[in-house]
């Protein structure tokens, strides 16, 4: 705003001198102004000598109006400073104060407007912006200046070479743009037009002629020194030696690496390592300590698993504290803020990208101290097998006595979300074990190995492979155990009569003839036989054998099965029992049967 009224109080001051500055075209030998023939009429002339002349009027140079817009612009800083110090001399007052303060801002654009037509160089506005109130981000730049003190350090080289460079760039157009300021000056210094041919004196404001000469002459004495292209050429000179020695002691950057590293290690690597020995070696001391006071004192041992851990948890976490402490304590000491700024820094950015965790890292910390929905010493279903809860900290131990290879170590965050129990003693943490025979649908089998991935079995000649999980969908019946052998038999409605208690008792003794030796033997390899009426099915009278035998015998599923029908179809012959077959009933009312008859 104040360099647009500035602007508009110089147009009307040359508006005002118009006819001044006509005057003075006729002082300056300016030939006097040619009427056309025609009124009203001007035209321009297209010649090449001639581009700033009007038809019937020759335009002043440009030079000239730069003298007469800067005679003009210092008249007015005359009149300022007398105003100025005008109501300097008067009672202060807050209307005086607010209009010393005006005139100065105009003063100040006034300079800088002389000093722009003076050389013919653009004013370009560089003022900084006000300070602001650092935020978070400059407060973590200051935390880590070291770190970047020390990049900078590393780069240092290449950053001032190129740095020069720019700088050599800049000052050849430096001196160009001199060397043009220096050259309008001495055109405005050449002119034999004096103040006095252009502005008359004013009495009013007690700003003479000669004042205003004097002023314009001194002011471009001082631009004139200001814009000395002498001055920038030997800055040149001195930036373009500075860049020839730093391209000669040019290192290389292998060099410049291994210089780099080797500093490194003969300070901050010293450090560090002192830092990384004072860490682990006050750990291992109170690790040791603790570990003494749990095994001789016995103390510990006496008080619920559950509040052991957590001292343990609580002591370890203290003492990490105190160890990583005393580690920070050490670069303090050895005042090597880098390696400690790059600490907190590593310890910030572990903070902050681990934040959307912590929900999970308190849950699994419950799991750790024993807190949590899975303890240990309990029963779990993880992945469809049982297991037994050895130990739970960063990693869960998981154990199956029955399983091959049945220790499993898994991460603490996958027993999340599931839930323990109490197990009982008689429970059986799988069905079978190695070299157990099974019942797998029709087939019988035995098992070769078991582990929590898979479960081999052998069946005749073949070995058969299942997934743990897939082998314990199939229910397996486990034959080695021991087993019932159950087989049903039919019997002619002959004998209907004798069913319930004779036939019965008949097939009992004469299958406790034949399997005497089975059920003799030590240990008997039949524990017992029973026969008993079963159910009368549509075409015969059955009565089931049921037979207990030793998990012995486990292999010879299906050989006692026949075994035991055999000898059921034996009795039958040596008493003369009819063995059924399906048959099919026909019924007929009373008026079909003479039709069937013929």
Excluded at 205 to 233: G, M, R, T, V, W
């Amino acid at each position: 705003m104040k360099k647009h009224l500035v602007l508009i109080i110089l147009t009307l001051l040359i508006t005002a001198n118009s006819t001044v500055f006509a005057e003075v075209q006729g002082k300056v030998k300016v030939p006097a102004p040619v009427k056309d023939e025609t009124p009203g009429k001007t035209e321009l002339s297209n010649n090449k000598g001639n581009s700033d002349a009007i038809e019937g009027q020759i335009l002043p140079k440009p030079i000239e109006k730069t003298q007469f817009q800067l005679l003009q612009i210092t008249k007015r800083i005359l009149f300022i400073n007398n105003e100025i110090k005008k109501l300097e001399k008067q009672e202060p007052s807050t209307e005086e104060i607010a209009r010393i303060g005006e005139l100065q801002s105009e003063l100040k654009n006034l300079n800088n407007n002389y000093e722009s037509l003076a050389t013919q160089i653009p004013k370009v506005d560089v003022s900084k912006s006000p300070l602001t109130k650092k935020g978070w981000m400059d407060e973590i730049q200051e935390i880590t200046r070291p770190i970047l003190n020390s990049l900078a350090d590393f780069t240092e080289r290449p950053r001032k070479m190129d740095s020069l460079k720019a700088k050599i760039l800049d000052l050849r157009d430096k001196v160009e743009v001199y060397r043009q300021a220096q050259k309008n000056i001495l055109d405005l210094q050449a002119l034999s037009t004096k103040a006095s041919d252009i502005i008359k004196a004013d009495k009013k404001d007690s700003i003479s002629s000669q004042a205003i000469q004097k002023k314009f002459e001194e002011d471009l004495s001082k631009l004139k020194n200001n814009y000395n292209p002498e001055i920038i050429l030997l800055e040149l000179d001195e930036a373009e030696r500075t860049l020839q020695s730093y391209k000669v002691s040019d290192k290389g950057l292998f060099l410049m690496i291994r210089d780099s590293f080797t500093e490194f290690m003969a300070v901050r690597g010293r450090n560090l390592a002192v830092a990384i020995g004072l860490l682990f070696g006050v750990w291992w001391i109170l690790n040791r300590i603790y570990k003494i006071i749990e095994t001789r004192t016995q103390y510990l041992n006496k008080i619920s698993r559950s509040t052991r851990k957590f001292i343990k948890a609580v002591y370890s976490l203290v003492i990490f504290l105190i160890s990583f402490t005393s580690s920070l304590v050490s670069l303090y000491l050895l005042d090597d803020w880098l390696l400690l700024s790059l600490l907190f820094l590593v310890l910030a950015a572990i903070g902050w990208s681990s934040r959307q965790f912590i929900p999970r890292f308190i849950k699994e910390l419950h799991m750790i101290l024993n807190m949590g929905t899975v303890r240990e010493g309990e029963r779990i279903f993880f992945e469809g097998i049982p297991w037994l809860i050895k130990e739970i900290g960063f990693h869960g131990i998981l154990h199956n006595p029955r399983l091959q290879g049945g220790i499993i170590r898994i991460p603490v965050g996958k027993l999340v979300g599931l839930s323990s129990r109490q197990f009982v003693k008689e429970e059986d943490w799988f069905p079978t074990k190695v070299g157990d025979w099974v019942l797998i649908g029709d087939s019988c089998c035995q098992v070769l190995s078991q582990t929590p991935e898979q479960v081999v079995v052998k069946y005749k000649e073949s070995k058969m492979n299942y997934l743990t999980t897939e082998f314990l969908t199939l229910k397996p019946m486990n034959l080695s155990s021991g087993f019932v052998v159950v087989v049903v038999f039919g019997l002619d409605y002959s004998i209907q009569s004798k069913i319930c208690d004779e036939i019965p008792d008949l097939f009992q003794a004469r299958l406790e003839e034949i399997f005497k030796a089975s059920l003799n033997s030590q240990p008997p390899a039949m524990d017992y036989i029973k026969t008993k009426f079963s159910s009368a099915a549509a075409s015969a009278l059955e009565i089931i054998v049921i037979a207990g035998i030793n998990g012995m015998h486990a292999e010879n599923y299906f050989s006692i099965k026949r075994d035991i029908t055999k000898s059921l179809v034996m009795i039958c012959n040596e008493n003369g029992f009819t063995i059924p077959f399906n048959q099919m009933t026909v019924s007929f009312s009373g008026d079909q049967v003479p039709v069937l008859k013929q």
